[in-house]
């Protein structure tokens, strides 16, 4: 097949506009976190006006009164984040070292599964199951909102876990087990120490993830705007006070409100940035890279 | 010879460190049943008191409106057809953006400032709570539009688009770059060469991630408490007065102190249960299916 | 084997050969020979070929004429820019960031680096057979189709037509036509291999670039590739990159010799030391360092 020599080419169009359409559709993400964050920030204003920093720290909280200071949320987003760490770590935890060092291979499989149905529950149906079956017994409370929350964060915190322990190297088990250790032994000297980063990591991402939980904390959190440090005690949170409160919100009281987003927001950002740095680092040192 | 060693005993011992390591096990299994116990007590409940009302009055649960408050009697329909529409739209919105937003990662951005940039801000994205993202759409689409499914259906969609990038962009680095060297040698360009060749093998675990996100958006409640409203009756439109999904129907029930509207919760609690299962466990097969096959 | 039973142990005797090895075998080139070698048309002018990753000159100061239906070999040890340079001939070192030339690569009178040039066009003429073979995972009949179809191809006859002439011009046809429908990943590497080739000729490029086509392989499918070779530089111009000086003495009609060498920073950077007629060069090269390599005393 001779052709005239002319290696100009055609057809250039198509291949420039789909390049185009993808450098586009990765710009959205800048352009969305851009738009949440000046659009928000807009229309918090108000308030901020209206309250100066006190938004930030005082107590009180009264619609009829246009005083809106969200410290209480933000001690109750604090709190039942901290409390449902405390309870999911050492179980996600022991989970996963059963799954990697004592569960037999036809056990490894099932358990694994366990624990993605329990990431697949909607937060919706746990906070349904809380206030109709738990919160009976044990009344709307810190405690109770923080017990639902643990129940939501354990998937990430156990499968990030098992991602870390997972990277021991082999060798530096054998070690322990050639030193004559027990198998509880072994993993306190060579598994603990090596994951340890990474399973900080882990909890840091449990934790901003419980921080940004809505809906099962606004159903059994108990909607009371107060700070105490009895866990027993109703209080709120600042997700669950946004979604309790928005459908009668008057607009001071929505941008209030949206004031707590963007507090929210920040908080959660950082935590999340914290916690990916740590758990980069931690696989890298691991990794020998 | 002398003899060096006493007779040599290997049983084994029953000492401290024994105890403590029998000890340690048993801890650990407790914590894999103190997982177990919340999920089955849940899923029992989910089962037994949604399926009561499900299948009492099937089909009437999933066809009839939602009757008031205080009513007795089933009916979710509304909630069902809500979900999905919304959800889908959700997933025609953001899957054909996070695929594309992945191949301008690895098939043209590699590692360039913006490229890298683009990764973190989407790792950022992943971590924002749901109900920021509803307040969001609140703000730039329903104050102009009015409430709406499809504003629910931006906020979801904006829940989803990280997570799709995320996933579609490990699948792509997955396919061999000797075909993508193929197809160029042949004087094919980037184009079709990302459509004909690189989509196509990457195709089963792009379409698995992005189930996996349909159902968590599936499951969400905060995004659409803003942005669509609520109803009782079936809406087909969009785009056109209030709408209502099964998770924002569940929150509502969840709150009544009636009865009734608890029972019908339920219900509605297993259709939702019901319908990200099957989107996780359809994921699951299709990933399984595809590494069979190579 | 007979034993002897005078001599059941083999008694040690000094070699009589000399202490190298021997060259690989060439046959003897008529002079009417060479001289249709030399004077075949030009396909490509090389000159001055500097080629760059980034601020680092791997390559540096390549000058050749590759000349129509002809078998050119490059060989040399590890790491000294054979590779680097044949991708040069089809621009697909484009692919890799930060690469960029100097020089000229001249394709029939038109640089191929010039402003006005398409890398797509020029690999649309410019074919190229990769180390380990690369089917698409489609079936064997699709992966022959896809570069036509590229082309505009449609009809459905046309295609047929194209897939069969292909695999018959790669030796492939007897044995896979009656599946043209099935995966091409299900069979062997050396069949894999074929079909790469049958896929690259399907657009009838006039240069067929292969790099290192049969280190992937076992010795049985690649002398069925060597034979190929042969019957395909009757219709297409090859360049091939090889490790196997046998297999570059077996089958091309000019060798070019590369090595790589350290300048005065001490960094590495690929050369060409000797390009002539295959017979030339391995058995009277110009260079020491072309006579060292193809004695085996080293690379």
């Known amino acids: 097949m001779s052709r005239p020599l002319d290696l100009r080419g055609k057809g250039q169009l198509a291949d420039k506009t789909f390049g185009a359409l993808a450098i586009g559709a990765a710009a959205l993400v800048l352009l969305i976190l851009g738009m949440i964050a000046i659009t928000m920030t807009n229309r918090a204003l108000p308030v901020l006006r209206h309250m100066g920093l006190d938004f930030f720290t005082s107590s009180v909280w009264s619609e009829h009164d246009n005083q809106f200071g969200a410290l209480p949320f933000i001690w109750g987003t604090i709190y039942t984040s901290v409390i449902a760490v ?55 409370s810190f405690l109770t909102a923080g017990i639902i929350l643990a129940i939501m964060i354990v998937p990430i915190i156990t499968s990030l876990a098992r991602e870390v322990i997972e990277t021991t190297a082999q060798a530096d088990k054998e070690a322990a087990y050639a030193l004559g250790a027990t198998r509880w032994e072994m993993i306190n000297a060579a598994v603990i120490p090596h994951a340890k980063g990474g399973l900080v990591g882990a909890v840091m991402l449990g934790l901003g993830r419980a921080m940004g939980e809505t809906i099962a904390a606004a159903l059994v959190i108990g909607s009371s705007a107060q700070i105490v440090l009895s866990p027993f ?9 946004i979604a309790n409160q928005w459908g009668e919100a008057s607009d001071l009281q929505k941008s209030a409100l949206i004031g707590l987003a963007v507090t929210l927001f920040v908080m959660t950002i950082i935590v999340n940035l914290i916690a990916s740095r740590i758990v980069q680092r931690s696989m890298r040192k691991s990794r020998g890279t | 010879m002398q003899q060096l060693v006493s007779a040599l005993d290997l049983r084994p011992r029953r000492t401290w460190r024994t105890t403590k390591n029998t000890i340690m096990t048993v801890l650990l299994g407790a914590a894999v049943v103190a997982v177990a116990i919340p999920l089955v007590l849940v899923m029992v409940s989910v089962f037994a008191k949604g399926g009561s009302i499900l299948f009492k009055s099937f089909p009437d649960f999933l ?26 739209m959700a997933t025609l919105i953001a899957v054909p953006l996070g695929v594309m937003g992945a191949i301008y990662l690895h098939e043209y951005g590699g590692q360039s400032k913006f490229a890298q940039l683009v990764r973190f801000l989407a790792m950022v994205m992943t971590g924002v709570p749901s109900i920021v993202m509803g307040l969001f759409i609140y703000v730039v689409w329903t104050l102009n539009f ?14 989803m688009l990280p997570i799709v990038i995320n996933a579609s962009e490990q699948m792509l680095k997955l396919v061999p770059n000797g075909l993508r060297e193929a197809s160029y040698a042949l004087g094919a360009t980037k184009a079709r060469t990302v459509l004909t060749i690189v989509l196509p093998a990457a195709s089963s675990g792009i379409v698995s991630g992005s189930l996996l996100a349909v159902a968590r958006a599936a499951g969400e409640t905060a995004p659409l408490l803003f942005t ?63 590494t069979r096959r190579k | 084997m007979v034993v002897d039973s005078a001599k059941p142990f083999p008694t040690s005797e000094p070699p009589a050969t000399p202490t190298r090895t021997a060259k690989p075998n060439v046959p003897e080139m008529r002079p009417s020979m060479l001289e249709a070698l030399m004077t075949a048309p030009t396909v490509y002018e090389i000159s001055n070929l500097d080629v760059f990753y980034g601020a680092y000159k791997a390559v540096r100061g390549v000058n050749m004429t590759i000349r129509k239906n002809q078998i050119t070999a490059f060989i040399g040890p ?78 459905r006859k ?29 069979m062997s590497g050396g069949q894999q291999q074929r079909l790469c080739i049958a896929r690259t000729i399907a657009v009838e490029p006039e240069v067929v670039l292969m790099d290192e086509p049969c280190s992937a392989l076992d010795p049985i499918a690649t002398a069925r590739i060597e034979e190929l070779m042969r019957e395909l530089k009757q219709k297409y111009t090859i360049v091939i990159v090889t490790h196997n000086m046998q297999q570059a003495a077996r089958t091309s009609d000019c060798t070019a010799f590369y090595t790589a060498e350290l ?29 060292n390599y193809i004695t085996g005393r080293f690379g």
């Open chain 2, 228 to 290: 669509i409203g609520a109803t009782r009756v079936l809406n087909t439109s969009l785009f056109h007065g209030d709408d209502t999904a099964l998770s924002a129907r569940i929150f509502e029930n969840a709150k009544e102190a009636v009865a009734n509207a608890q029972e019908r919760g339920w219900g509605a609690a297993l259709a939702l249960v019901l319908l990200t299962f099957t989107l996780t466990v359809v994921a699951r097969v299709i990933t399984a299916f595809a």
């Open chain 2, 146 to 159: 009015k409430l709406q499914g499809f504003g629910g259906a931006l906020a979801l969609a904006c829940l």
């Open chain 1, 233 to 241: 005690k109703s209080g709120d949170s600042m997700p669950a006070v």
């Open chain 1, 86 to 140: 405390v309870l999911a770590v050492p179980v996600s935890l022991g989970v996963a070292l059963f799954i990697t060092q004592i569960a037999p291979p036809w056990l490894k499989r099932p358990l694994v599964y366990l624990i993605d149905l329990l990431a697949v529950v909607p937060s919706v149906v746990f906070g349904l199951w809380g206030v109709l079956m738990l919160a009976p017994h044990l009344n709307r």
């Open chain 3, 158 to 186: 046309k295609l047929d037509e194209i897939v069969e002439k292909s695999l018959r011009g790669a030796a492939l046809w007897d044995e896979v036509k009656d599946r043209l429908k099935s995966s091409a990943l299900g």
């Open chain 3, 263 to 291: 300048d005065k920073t001490g960094q590495r950077f690929g050369q060409l030391v000797e390009y002539d007629v295959t017979a030339k060069i391995f058995s009277n090269p110009s260079d020491t360092r072309t006579e």
């Open chain 2, 63 to 88: 066809t009839k409106d939602i009757p008031p408050t205080r009513a007795a009697g089933p009916g979710m329909g509304p909630a069902i057809v809500g979900t999905l529409m919304i959800t889908g």
């Open chain 3, 78 to 155: 590890s790491g000294c820019g054979k590779t680097t340079v044949l991708r040069c001939l089809n621009r697909m070192n484009d692919l890799i960031a930060g690469a960029r030339i100097e020089g000229k690569v001249v394709y029939h009178g038109v640089d191929l680096y010039g402003p006005d040039v398409s890398a797509t066009e020029v690999r649309r003429r410019i074919g190229m057979v990769f180390q380990k073979p690369n089917p698409f995972p489609k079936s064997i009949y699709d992966n022959i189709a896809y570069g036509p179809r590229i082309n505009g191809v449609r009809d």
